[in-house]
């Protein structure tokens, strides 16, 4: 299993669709070496506004872009909203 637990975009170059493309590339970088699997542990903030200092796990809504899954609720929060714990298989 590998995991993606942050995904950091320096200010300046927020809102310009970055942080898919850093999640997308991160999901290739495990699927050409390997792995069977990515797991993500983003926070499910069902669109309302998150701090940016506190986005640094990525969204829910992020994650099943790219094809993930919520497998698990988790007991985490960051920046007032709960973390979710996230998959996306990559053997078929």
Do not use: I
């Not at 699927?31 to 200092?53: L, S």
């Not at 988790?74 to 709960?82: E, L, R, Y």
Request: aromatic content about 10%; glycine content about 14%.
């Amino acid at each position: 299993m590998w995991s993606v637990w942050c995904l950091r975009v320096r200010p300046g170059h927020r809102g310009r669709g970055v942080l898919p493309r850093l999640l997308h590339g991160a999901v290739e970088f495990a699927r050409e070496r390997g792995a069977p699997a990515v797991e993500g542990y983003p926070v499910d903030n069902r669109g309302e506004k998150v701090d940016q200092t506190m986005a640094f796990v990525g969204f829910r809504s992020l994650f099943e872009r790219e094809g993930f899954t919520k497998v698990a609720d988790t007991d985490s929060v960051s920046g007032g909203f709960p973390r979710v714990l996230m998959r996306l298989d990559l053997r078929g």
